[in-house]
């Protein structure tokens, strides 16, 4: 019978702990354990990280999360004006909203963001330059709150929502006007979504949903859930890759889930049967 070198040209190696950086489809043995391992692509799964300042939930979120920021929202019954700024590791809390505000979908970064909709189901769109905000012509094509937001100023999602039950409708805005393209898988409020309008994902949702789903461009995926269900989370993220979840309700939560979409390198360990 041939052996494992004469088949791929190289033996087993032997390893007292997991190698470093181990490549899609390495075998190796762990000599310490007395088993065989191998490193395959997975799926990607939500990490803690750190805890908001200001426990809340209906809030905005913008960036990613090395590079993010939430505003507004509520912190028990009161709407706060309170923003936040992430950095990776930890939040910081720097210049306060105008108006304290909930409800509303998301879009931008930090010195170009969009928001639109909001409670009670209005379909007002407003934009902000770094300084101020201000009304665009623009209006979304069904009027709700409780959505997922994200995107650019001039590229946004808005992702479900409730008018006042929940839907699965999503809107593109592509800087001029708001166009229906295809529906969520499941119908969803109070969800939190980040990325861009062609690689977005969206997460969390009403009476503490878990769910995420993955957004193509094209079409809606089912992936990964949250580690904790969770609902009116503040997040966003750079794609359907990379995103954070951040605080939410119930219980005015501080903690933080980190997203690693798509698939990422798992050590497994072989058994016998």
């Known amino acids: 019978m041939a052996t494992y070198k004469q088949i791929f040209g190289s033996a087993v190696q032997n390893y007292t702990t997991n190698p470093d950086n181990p490549i899609e489809g390495q075998l190796w043995y762990d000599s310490t354990n007395g088993s ?3 490193n395959q692509l997975e799926l990607g799964a939500w990490t803690t990280g750190g805890d908001l300042g200001t426990g809340r939930y209906n809030m905005g979120g913008f960036g990613d999360k090395d590079a993010g920021l939430v505003t507004g929202g509520r912190a028990g019954t009161p709407r706060v004006a309170v923003t936040e700024s992430y950095n990776g590791t930890s939040w910081t809390e ?3 909203l105008n108006l304290a505000r909930m409800d509303d979908g998301s879009a931008g970064i930090q010195t170009a963001a969009l928001q639109f909709g909001g409670t009670p189901g209005t379909t007002v769109t407003s934009s902000w330059n770094g300084t101020s905000w201000s009304d665009v012509p623009a209006t979304l094509n069904t009027g709700r709150f409780s959505g ?21 409708v999503v809107e593109l805005y592509n800087g001029t006007s708001w166009t229906e393209v295809n529906d969520l898988n499941t119908a969803v409020a109070a969800n939190t979504a980040g990325g861009t309008s062609t690689s977005a994902v969206s997460f969390g949702g009403s009476s503490t949903v878990a769910r995420t789903e993955s957004w193509n461009g094209t079409c809606w995926t089912e992936a990964a859930d949250l580690l904790t269900g969770a609902n009116s989370i503040g997040g966003d993220g750079s794609s359907n890759l990379s995103a954070f979840a951040a ?3 119930p219980g005015n939560r501080v903690t933080t889930q980190e997203w690693t979409g798509g698939f990422v390198p798992v050590t497994k360990t072989i058994t016998a049967s």
């Open 94 to 96: 720097v210049n306060d």
């Open 36 to 38: 065989f391992k191998y």
């Open 148 to 168: 997922g937001g994200t995107g650019l100023q001039s590229a946004a999602l808005q992702i479900g929502g409730a008018t006042p039950s929940a839907t699965a």
């Open 247 to 249: 605080g939410g309700n």
